[in-house]
C-alpha cells in the first residue's frame, strides 16, 4: 500500500475504541464515545445540542481553537465574565441580558480548575438549555464531590493533556441512550485513516526524544514551520477576519472552518489505526500515577508566592497547568526558556480582544480576564521543583489583582 492510502477498515469500529472507552467508562461512570481529539468531541456535542444561529456562553481565556469550533457549529460565541485568581467563570457577574437567548453554556476548566458546574447546572435546567463542559485540562478534576465531566449533558476529554496520547479524546453523554446516534453521527465526520499519518504518529515519540537529546528543539520548531504543521508566530493565530467572515457566510461545518481547527493538530478528524489507540489504551491505564505526579506538584507551586488565591483552601487538584501568577509574565516565559522549560497554554489576549464584536459578544466585565491572562504562567507541576528554583532565582514578583485590572 502507498503512504496517503486509507488503511484498511479490516476491524470493527466498535472493538478497536472499546477498550480506551471502558477505561474512561469506569473512571467517569458515563458513557464514553471515543473521538479523533477534544475539539472534534465539541464540535460533535454543539452539533447535536445546538441550533446553528444559537448563542454559546463561554470563557474568553480559552485556546482560540475552541472558539473557532463554536464557530464552525454555525453558533455565536457569547464571553463570559471571569475571576481573577483562576480564569473560572464568573457566574455571579453574567448579565441577565447574557443569560437570555443562550443555547448552551461550554465551560473551559481552565488549567484543570473546575467552572462552577454544580450552579451552572441548576442554572442551565433552569432555563433549559444543555451544559456542555470542555474537560480537557480538568481529567482528574472534582467539582462539588464529583468528577468534573460528570454535571454536562455532554463532557469532553482530551488525551493530549494529562494522558499524553497526542491524539484522541472522549466524548461523555449523561444519556447513554445517545450513543448510537452519536457514533454514528462521528463516524461521519471522520476522514479515514492515512497509513502516513500513522506511521508519523507511531515514530513521533522517538524522534521528540532524539531532539529533546540532541538539543535541537528550536531547529525543530522551525522545520515543522517550513512543513506547514506550525501555524502560530505568536501566542493566538493569525484570525484572518476576511477569510473568516467568509467561512461564516457558508454552511456550518468543519470542511469551511478547517484551516483554523486543525492548528496544533492536523490529524483532529482522522479515523485512529491501531498503532494510536494501543498507545492511547496503555497511557490510558497509567493515568492514576500521573494525576499523582500532577496533584504533588501542583500543591507544591500552589504553596509558593505566586500561587495566588487559586487553592481558596479546596481540596488540592490534579492541575494540567498551574497558572502562577506574576507580574512580569514575559519575563519568567523567558528565564524558564533559558532553563530549556517551555511554557506552552498560554490564552493572551482573551478571545474578545483577539476576535472582536463582528465575531463575538464582548465580556461585559473584561478586566479581570484580561488580568488574568496577562500575568498567568501556567506551570507544568511535574517539573514544579525546577520552576520554583528559576523563578526564585530571577526574582519573579508575584501578581497580585488590585480590583481593577
Ligand atoms: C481548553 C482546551 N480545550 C480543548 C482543547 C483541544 O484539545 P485537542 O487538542 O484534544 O483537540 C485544548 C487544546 O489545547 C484546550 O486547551
Same mark, same amino acid.
Given at each position: 500500500m502507498a503512504l496517503g492510502e486509507s488503511c484498511p477498515a479490516e476491524f470493527s469500529a466498535r472493538t478497536v475504541y472499546s477498550g480506551p472507552e471502558s477505561l474512561m467508562r469506569r473512571r467517569l461512570g458515563r458513557e464514553c464515545l471515543y473521538v479523533p481529539s477534544c475539539r472534534f468531541g465539541l464540535y460533535l456535542a454543539l452539533r447535536h445540542w445546538c441550533p446553528p444561529g444559537g448563542r454559546v456562553l463561554m470563557s474568553p481565556v480559552n485556546d482560540d481553537v475552541i472558539f473557532f469550533v463554536v464557530l464552525a457549529a454555525g453558533l455565536r460565541p457569547v464571553q463570559a465574565p471571569l475571576r481573577p485568581y483562576d480564569g473560572s467563570i464568573d457566574l455571579d457577574r453574567v448579565p441577565d441580558s447574557d443569560w437570555r437567548g443562550l443555547s448552551a453554556v461550554l465551560t473551559t476548566n481552565l488549567? $484543570?480548575? !473546575?467552572?462552577p458546574a454544580p450552579e451552572l447546572r441548576a442554572r442551565c435546567d433552569r432555563l433549559g438549555i444543555p451544559l456542555i463542559e470542555d474537560a480537557a485540562h480538568a481529567i482528574g478534576s472534582v467539582v462539588g464531590g464529583r468528577?468534573?465531566?460528570?454535571?454536562?449533558d455532554a463532557s469532553v476529554f482530551s488525551l493530549s493533556k494529562h494522558v499524553g496520547a497526542k491524539t484522541g479524546g472522549f466524548l461523555a453523554v449523561?444519556?447513554?441512550?445517545?450513543r448510537t446516534e452519536l457514533a454514528l453521527a462521528r463516524d461521519e465526520l471522520l476522514q479515514p485513516s492515512r497509513l502516513r499519518a500513522e506511521l508519523a504518529y507511531a515514530v513521533r515519540p522517538y524522534a521528540e526524544a532524539g531532539v529533546r537529546g540532541l538539543r535541537l528543539v528550536r531547529a525543530a520548531r522551525a522545520a515543522l514551520r517550513v512543513l506547514g504543521q506550525e501555524e502560530r508566530e505568536a501566542i493566538r493565530m493569525p484570525l484572518r477576519a476576511g477569510d473568516l467572515k467568509q467561512a461564516l457566510a $457558508?454552511? !456550518?461545518?468543519l470542511s469551511g472552518f478547517h484551516s483554523w481547527v486543525r492548528v496544533?493538530?492536523?490529524?483532529?478528524r482522522l479515523r485512529p489505526g491501531r498503532t494510536r489507540l494501543r498507545r492511547t489504551e496503555r497511557l490510558l491505564s497509567g493515568l492514576d500515577a500521573r494525576l499523582e505526579a500532577h496533584r504533588a506538584g501542583t500543591r507544591r507551586l500552589l504553596d509558593t508566592v505566586w500561587g495566588g488565591g487559586a487553592r481558596d483552601g479546596a481540596e488540592v487538584q490534579p492541575l494540567f497547568r498551574v497558572p502562577l501568577l506574576v507580574e512580569d509574565r514575559d519575563a519568567a516565559v523567558a528565564a524558564l526558556a533559558r532553563r530549556r522549560i517551555t511554557t506552552g497554554y498560554l490564552y493572551d489576549p482573551p478571545l474578545d480582544t483577539y476576535a472582536g464584536e463582528v465575531f463575538t459578544d464582548l465580556s461585559p466585565h473584561p478586566a479581570p480576564a484580561a488580568w488574568f491572562a496577562r500575568h498567568a504562567l501556567p506551570a507544568d507541576p511535574r517539573r514544579a521543583d525546577e520552576i520554583i528554583r528559576v523563578l526564585t532565582a530571577s526574582g519573579a514578583r508575584p501578581a497580585v489583582w488590585d480590583g481593577r485590572g
Amino acid at each position: 500500500m502507498a503512504l496517503g492510502e486509507s488503511c484498511p477498515a479490516e476491524f470493527s469500529a466498535r472493538t478497536v475504541y472499546s477498550g480506551p472507552e471502558s477505561l474512561m467508562r469506569r473512571r467517569l461512570g458515563r458513557e464514553c464515545l471515543y473521538v479523533p481529539s477534544c475539539r472534534f468531541g465539541l464540535y460533535l456535542a454543539l452539533r447535536h445540542w445546538c441550533p446553528p444561529g444559537g448563542r454559546v456562553l463561554m470563557s474568553p481565556v480559552n485556546d482560540d481553537v475552541i472558539f473557532f469550533v463554536v464557530l464552525a457549529a454555525g453558533l455565536r460565541p457569547v464571553q463570559a465574565p471571569l475571576r481573577p485568581y483562576d480564569g473560572s467563570i464568573d457566574l455571579d457577574r453574567v448579565p441577565d441580558s447574557d443569560w437570555r437567548g443562550l443555547s448552551a453554556v461550554l465551560t473551559t476548566n481552565l488549567y $484543570g480548575n !473546575p467552572d462552577p458546574a454544580p450552579e451552572l447546572r441548576a442554572r442551565c435546567d433552569r432555563l433549559g438549555i444543555p451544559l456542555i463542559e470542555d474537560a480537557a485540562h480538568a481529567i482528574g478534576s472534582v467539582v462539588g464531590g464529583r468528577p468534573v465531566g460528570g454535571f454536562g449533558d455532554a463532557s469532553v476529554f482530551s488525551l493530549s493533556k494529562h494522558v499524553g496520547a497526542k491524539t484522541g479524546g472522549f466524548l461523555a453523554v449523561a444519556d447513554p441512550a445517545l450513543r448510537t446516534e452519536l457514533a454514528l453521527a462521528r463516524d461521519e465526520l471522520l476522514q479515514p485513516s492515512r497509513l502516513r499519518a500513522e506511521l508519523a504518529y507511531a515514530v513521533r515519540p522517538y524522534a521528540e526524544a532524539g531532539v529533546r537529546g540532541l538539543r535541537l528543539v528550536r531547529a525543530a520548531r522551525a522545520a515543522l514551520r517550513v512543513l506547514g504543521q506550525e501555524e502560530r508566530e505568536a501566542i493566538r493565530m493569525p484570525l484572518r477576519a476576511g477569510d473568516l467572515k467568509q467561512a461564516l457566510a $457558508g454552511e !456550518p461545518g468543519l470542511s469551511g472552518f478547517h484551516s483554523w481547527v486543525r492548528v496544533d493538530m492536523h490529524d483532529y478528524r482522522l479515523r485512529p489505526g491501531r498503532t494510536r489507540l494501543r498507545r492511547t489504551e496503555r497511557l490510558l491505564s497509567g493515568l492514576d500515577a500521573r494525576l499523582e505526579a500532577h496533584r504533588a506538584g501542583t500543591r507544591r507551586l500552589l504553596d509558593t508566592v505566586w500561587g495566588g488565591g487559586a487553592r481558596d483552601g479546596a481540596e488540592v487538584q490534579p492541575l494540567f497547568r498551574v497558572p502562577l501568577l506574576v507580574e512580569d509574565r514575559d519575563a519568567a516565559v523567558a528565564a524558564l526558556a533559558r532553563r530549556r522549560i517551555t511554557t506552552g497554554y498560554l490564552y493572551d489576549p482573551p478571545l474578545d480582544t483577539y476576535a472582536g464584536e463582528v465575531f463575538t459578544d464582548l465580556s461585559p466585565h473584561p478586566a479581570p480576564a484580561a488580568w488574568f491572562a496577562r500575568h498567568a504562567l501556567p506551570a507544568d507541576p511535574r517539573r514544579a521543583d525546577e520552576i520554583i528554583r528559576v523563578l526564585t532565582a530571577s526574582g519573579a514578583r508575584p501578581a497580585v489583582w488590585d480590583g481593577r485590572g
